[in-house]
């Protein structure tokens, strides 16, 4: 039987993707995203991943390690196989020296690290962007480390306001458990076709060279 909600929701989604491609001029650069956010958006832009963390997460302290010392854990160390974690999960989990990845949307930990691999070799340094969300262990601590960081192009969405940090955008009605950000890629309702992160405006922030 046809869903004629979900048909209707695409059709939206659709026209609604098809307005911003239209309107990005900025289509060759990297977005590092400390989950699954980046991807989708960038998905749904149609454009290539030019990035490793794309269906993937890291933890809040984790993904600022990886952030401070990119060329380290990008181009220095291997990522190998976490026997441990990964059964405790039940999905692949990999270790790039003393941090985490978590690679909940991969089958085996081999396509993922041929993916991460594959993919590191696509980044564009000189043209970077920084996504992190208010979870899995990000603190105001966290929020501060992060808009601290030396990025030109850098957002974190938070579950609260925080006015005195320049990188934080507060999306309203967001918030779950403790103080952390539900999932951006939900639906903002049953029969809209705006998911969560579209209140932030992605076309501005990519075209702001």
Known sequence: MLDYKK?????????LNQRNRSKLKNTDFSLLSMNCVG??????????FNSPTINLRFTAK????????????LYEVDLVYSKGESLKCGFPVGRLDDISIYFQHYISFEEAKKKWFERVKRINLDNL???????D???KNEV???DKLAFKHKVIFTSKEFPEFQSAFYIPN????DNEVKNLCDYQT???GKRILDEFDWIEFFNSL
Request: charged share 25%.
């Open 7 to 15: 048909v209707y929701r695409k059709i939206l989604r659709y026209n």
């Open 39 to 48: 991807g989708v958006v960038l998905h749904e832009l149609g454009l290539r």
């Open 62 to 73: 984790d993904y600022l390690k990886f952030l401070k010392n990119l060329n380290h854990y």
């Open 129 to 135: 962007y920084i996504v992190m969300v208010q979870r």
């Open 137 to 139: 262990g990000c603190t």
């Open 144 to 146: 501060e480390e992060f």
């Open 174 to 177: 967001s918030e779950i458990g």
């Open 190 to 192: 049953k029969l809209s």
